[in-house]
């Protein structure tokens, strides 16, 4: 009669030791919230959609404002080339594009995060699945906080 009074509390101490000292994971998903820094760079693909933006730009944002983006392929030098204000967007507006066409029933937004800080390391926006060339594709690398040297006062935008 003792043995079965003492057995399931042996099997529950041992249950229960073997969680002692360890944490949940949940590193599985990124976080949801980024906060932007006050300094920053990133290197942005834009690749698809009828737009002025498409192109591989190096960008360096300062304070929420883009200070020096460049453009890394023939594409992205084009773009830049038409001087348009705010071509280039900081990933404050990308997330803010975003949040926009998700409010405006956009049959795609798709945001994928960074695992570490939540920074946004890939956008895709399609408005209407069946409109030709209205979709904004974003890939984020290269993404540093601060900068290594300061932005040059020419900025090629």
Known sequence: MRLRTVLPGIALLALSGACAGTEPSVMNEAPTTWTVPAKYGFTLASDCGERALVGR???????????????????????????????????????????????????????????????????????????????????IEDYTIGLTQAPSPTSSR
């Open 57 to 139: 730009f190096k960008v360096t944002v300062v304070d929420d404002k883009v200070v020096h983006a460049e453009g890394l392929d023939d594409s992205a030098r084009r773009a830049l080339m038409l001087r348009l204000a705010d071509l280039v967007p900081t990933l404050k507006q990308l997330e803010a594009e975003a949040e926009t066409a998700r409010r405006e029933g956009a049959d795609v937004v798709e945001v994928e995060r960074d695992l570490s800080d939540a920074h946004p390391t890939k956008i895709v926006i399609d408005k209407s699945l069946s409109a030709v060339d209205d979709e904004s594709c974003y890939t």
